[in-house]
T-cell receptor, first 117, second 113 residues
Framework: EAGVTQFPSHSVIEKGQTVTLRCDPISGHDNLYWYRRVMGKEIKFLLHFVKESKQDESGMPNNRFLAERTGGTYSTLKVQPAELEDSGVYFC???????????????FGPGTRLLVL | GNSVTQMEGPVTLSEEAFLTINCTYTATGYPSLFWYVQYPGEGLQLLLKATKADDKGSNKGFEATYRKETTSFHLEKGSVQVSDSAVYFCALTDSGGYQKVTFGTGTKLQVIP
Protein backbone atom coordinates (compact mmCIF):
# COMPACT_ATOMS: atom_id res chain seq x y z
CA GLU A 1 0.00 0.00 0.00
CA ALA A 2 1.38 3.38 -0.98
CA GLY A 3 2.00 5.86 1.78
CA VAL A 4 1.27 9.57 1.86
CA THR A 5 2.98 11.30 -1.02
CA GLN A 6 3.78 14.96 -1.46
CA PHE A 7 4.84 17.00 -4.45
CA PRO A 8 7.16 18.70 -5.04
CA SER A 9 9.84 17.53 -2.65
CA HIS A 10 11.57 20.90 -2.90
CA SER A 11 10.53 24.33 -4.17
CA VAL A 12 12.54 27.51 -4.40
CA ILE A 13 10.60 30.64 -5.32
CA GLU A 14 10.99 34.39 -5.05
CA LYS A 15 9.04 36.55 -2.69
CA GLY A 16 5.72 37.52 -4.22
CA GLN A 17 5.39 34.41 -6.35
CA THR A 18 2.79 31.69 -5.97
CA VAL A 19 3.47 28.10 -5.02
CA THR A 20 1.10 25.15 -4.86
CA LEU A 21 1.89 22.09 -2.81
CA ARG A 22 0.11 18.81 -3.31
CA CYS A 23 -0.62 15.93 -0.98
CA ASP A 24 -1.98 12.52 -1.89
CA PRO A 25 -3.20 10.70 1.22
CA ILE A 26 -3.32 6.99 1.73
CA SER A 27 -6.19 5.58 -0.30
CA GLY A 28 -9.39 5.47 1.70
CA HIS A 29 -8.22 7.90 4.38
CA ASP A 30 -10.87 10.53 5.02
CA ASN A 31 -8.80 12.66 7.37
CA LEU A 32 -6.10 14.84 5.87
CA TYR A 33 -3.92 17.23 7.85
CA TRP A 34 -1.41 19.88 6.89
CA TYR A 35 1.46 20.84 9.21
CA ARG A 36 4.46 23.14 8.87
CA ARG A 37 7.92 23.26 10.42
CA VAL A 38 9.55 26.66 10.18
CA MET A 39 13.29 27.18 10.66
CA GLY A 40 13.95 24.20 12.92
CA LYS A 41 11.14 25.02 15.28
CA GLU A 42 8.30 22.76 16.27
CA ILE A 43 5.98 21.26 13.69
CA LYS A 44 2.72 23.20 13.82
CA PHE A 45 -0.77 22.23 12.76
CA LEU A 46 -2.26 24.20 9.88
CA LEU A 47 -5.59 22.60 9.05
CA HIS A 48 -7.63 19.43 8.91
CA PHE A 49 -9.98 18.08 6.25
CA VAL A 50 -12.58 15.41 6.74
CA LYS A 51 -13.24 14.24 3.22
CA GLU A 52 -13.68 17.48 1.25
CA SER A 53 -14.75 19.62 4.22
CA LYS A 54 -12.50 21.78 6.36
CA GLN A 55 -12.92 20.50 9.92
CA ASP A 56 -10.43 22.83 11.56
CA GLU A 57 -8.38 25.58 9.94
CA SER A 58 -7.36 27.33 13.15
CA GLY A 59 -3.66 26.94 12.38
CA MET A 60 -3.67 28.71 9.01
CA PRO A 61 -1.37 31.70 9.46
CA ASN A 62 -3.17 34.21 7.23
CA ASN A 63 -5.27 34.58 4.11
CA ARG A 64 -2.29 34.11 1.81
CA PHE A 65 -2.73 30.39 2.42
CA LEU A 66 -5.52 28.50 0.69
CA ALA A 67 -6.12 24.79 1.07
CA GLU A 68 -8.48 22.68 -0.98
CA ARG A 69 -9.44 19.07 -1.18
CA THR A 70 -11.57 18.54 -4.21
CA GLY A 71 -13.58 15.34 -4.17
CA GLY A 72 -12.12 14.34 -0.86
CA THR A 73 -9.01 12.80 -2.40
CA TYR A 74 -5.79 14.76 -2.86
CA SER A 75 -5.29 18.18 -1.34
CA THR A 76 -3.47 21.31 -2.44
CA LEU A 77 -2.04 24.11 -0.35
CA LYS A 78 -1.46 27.35 -2.22
CA VAL A 79 0.61 30.22 -0.93
CA GLN A 80 -0.06 33.48 -2.75
CA PRO A 81 1.89 35.71 -2.58
CA ALA A 82 4.72 33.95 -0.82
CA GLU A 83 6.72 35.79 1.84
CA LEU A 84 10.15 35.05 3.28
CA GLU A 85 8.68 33.76 6.56
CA ASP A 86 6.76 31.07 4.67
CA SER A 87 9.97 29.11 4.18
CA GLY A 88 9.94 25.76 5.91
CA VAL A 89 8.92 22.15 5.52
CA TYR A 90 5.25 21.44 4.87
CA PHE A 91 4.03 18.03 5.98
CA CYS A 92 0.84 16.29 5.09
CA UNK A 93 -0.69 13.45 7.10
CA UNK A 94 -3.71 11.24 6.70
CA UNK A 95 -5.73 8.86 8.82
CA UNK A 96 -8.82 6.76 8.54
CA UNK A 97 -12.20 8.04 9.66
CA UNK A 98 -12.32 8.87 13.34
CA UNK A 99 -14.07 6.33 15.53
CA UNK A 100 -15.06 7.45 19.05
CA UNK A 101 -12.99 5.73 21.68
CA UNK A 102 -10.26 4.66 19.27
CA UNK A 103 -6.82 6.17 18.96
CA UNK A 104 -6.22 7.70 15.58
CA UNK A 105 -2.82 7.15 13.97
CA UNK A 106 -1.70 9.76 11.48
CA UNK A 107 0.63 8.72 8.69
CA PHE A 108 2.93 11.45 7.47
CA GLY A 109 4.38 12.19 4.07
CA PRO A 110 8.02 13.12 3.41
CA GLY A 111 7.26 16.83 3.35
CA THR A 112 7.85 19.63 0.86
CA ARG A 113 10.79 21.92 1.55
CA LEU A 114 9.84 25.46 0.55
CA LEU A 115 12.41 28.21 0.31
CA VAL A 116 11.26 31.74 -0.41
CA LEU A 117 14.05 34.10 -1.48
CA GLY B 1 -3.26 25.27 25.16
CA ASN B 2 -1.26 22.13 24.69
CA SER B 3 2.51 22.23 24.47
CA VAL B 4 5.46 19.86 24.34
CA THR B 5 8.97 20.64 25.53
CA GLN B 6 11.90 18.44 24.61
CA MET B 7 15.60 18.73 25.13
CA GLU B 8 17.51 20.70 22.58
CA GLY B 9 20.01 18.99 20.41
CA PRO B 10 22.02 18.04 18.71
CA VAL B 11 22.86 15.00 20.76
CA THR B 12 26.01 13.17 19.74
CA LEU B 13 26.65 9.67 21.07
CA SER B 14 29.04 6.88 20.35
CA GLU B 15 27.64 3.60 19.07
CA GLU B 16 26.29 1.37 21.87
CA ALA B 17 25.85 4.30 24.25
CA PHE B 18 22.68 4.78 26.30
CA LEU B 19 20.21 7.32 24.98
CA THR B 20 17.77 9.51 26.85
CA ILE B 21 15.81 12.32 25.22
CA ASN B 22 13.71 14.20 27.72
CA CYS B 23 10.16 15.28 26.95
CA THR B 24 7.58 17.01 29.13
CA TYR B 25 4.13 18.18 28.18
CA THR B 26 1.30 20.47 29.15
CA ALA B 27 -2.22 19.42 28.26
CA THR B 28 -5.75 19.38 29.55
CA GLY B 29 -7.44 16.09 30.14
CA TYR B 30 -5.72 12.87 29.24
CA PRO B 31 -3.64 13.21 26.09
CA SER B 32 -2.08 10.42 24.10
CA LEU B 33 1.69 10.69 23.76
CA PHE B 34 3.92 9.86 20.82
CA TRP B 35 7.47 9.81 19.60
CA TYR B 36 7.97 10.38 15.89
CA VAL B 37 11.26 9.96 14.06
CA GLN B 38 12.48 11.53 10.84
CA TYR B 39 15.42 9.79 9.21
CA PRO B 40 17.53 11.79 6.76
CA GLY B 41 15.63 12.38 3.52
CA GLU B 42 12.48 10.66 4.74
CA GLY B 43 9.12 11.63 6.20
CA LEU B 44 7.92 11.45 9.76
CA GLN B 45 7.37 7.96 11.10
CA LEU B 46 5.54 6.98 14.24
CA LEU B 47 8.11 5.36 16.52
CA LEU B 48 5.99 4.54 19.56
CA LYS B 49 2.97 5.72 21.48
CA ALA B 50 1.20 5.49 24.84
CA THR B 51 -2.43 6.32 25.38
CA LYS B 52 -2.82 6.33 29.15
CA ALA B 53 -0.86 6.88 32.34
CA ASP B 54 1.83 4.28 33.14
CA ASP B 55 1.63 2.78 29.66
CA LYS B 56 4.97 1.98 28.11
CA GLY B 57 5.42 2.34 24.37
CA SER B 58 8.22 0.42 22.72
CA ASN B 59 9.58 -0.20 19.25
CA LYS B 60 12.97 -0.99 17.69
CA GLY B 61 14.60 -1.06 21.11
CA PHE B 62 13.26 2.37 22.06
CA GLU B 63 11.00 2.81 25.08
CA ALA B 64 9.02 5.61 26.70
CA THR B 65 6.72 5.54 29.72
CA TYR B 66 3.72 7.84 30.14
CA ARG B 67 4.26 9.53 33.51
CA LYS B 68 1.26 11.59 34.45
CA GLU B 69 2.65 12.67 37.84
CA THR B 70 5.66 14.30 36.19
CA THR B 71 3.93 15.02 32.83
CA SER B 72 6.81 13.35 31.06
CA PHE B 73 7.43 10.89 28.26
CA HIS B 74 11.20 10.45 28.03
CA LEU B 75 12.61 8.38 25.18
CA GLU B 76 15.28 5.80 26.02
CA LYS B 77 17.35 3.20 24.24
CA GLY B 78 19.93 1.02 25.87
CA SER B 79 22.39 0.78 22.98
CA VAL B 80 22.17 3.13 20.02
CA GLN B 81 23.36 2.33 16.52
CA VAL B 82 24.58 4.55 13.71
CA SER B 83 21.29 3.83 11.93
CA ASP B 84 19.41 5.55 14.77
CA SER B 85 20.78 8.91 13.66
CA ALA B 86 17.69 11.01 12.98
CA VAL B 87 15.51 13.79 14.37
CA TYR B 88 13.15 12.70 17.13
CA PHE B 89 9.91 14.54 17.89
CA CYS B 90 7.86 14.19 21.03
CA ALA B 91 4.16 14.85 20.44
CA LEU B 92 0.69 14.60 21.90
CA THR B 93 -2.94 14.58 20.87
CA ASP B 94 -5.98 15.48 22.89
CA SER B 95 -8.18 12.69 24.11
CA GLY B 96 -11.40 12.34 22.20
CA GLY B 97 -12.49 13.96 18.97
CA TYR B 98 -10.33 14.69 15.97
CA GLN B 99 -6.75 14.68 17.02
CA LYS B 100 -4.40 17.24 15.59
CA VAL B 101 -0.88 16.58 16.77
CA THR B 102 1.07 19.02 18.94
CA PHE B 103 4.81 18.56 18.45
CA GLY B 104 7.95 19.50 20.29
CA THR B 105 10.83 21.20 18.50
CA GLY B 106 12.64 17.97 17.70
CA THR B 107 15.98 16.63 18.89
CA LYS B 108 18.64 15.70 16.39
CA LEU B 109 20.58 12.58 17.31
CA GLN B 110 23.88 11.74 15.72
CA VAL B 111 25.48 8.40 16.50
CA ILE B 112 29.13 8.02 15.58
CA PRO B 113 30.92 4.70 15.07
Amino acid sequence: EAGVTQFPSHSVIEKGQTVTLRCDPISGHDNLYWYRRVMGKEIKFLLHFVKESKQDESGMPNNRFLAERTGGTYSTLKVQPAELEDSGVYFCASSSLFTPGQQETQYFGPGTRLLVL
Amino acid sequence: GNSVTQMEGPVTLSEEAFLTINCTYTATGYPSLFWYVQYPGEGLQLLLKATKADDKGSNKGFEATYRKETTSFHLEKGSVQVSDSAVYFCALTDSGGYQKVTFGTGTKLQVIP
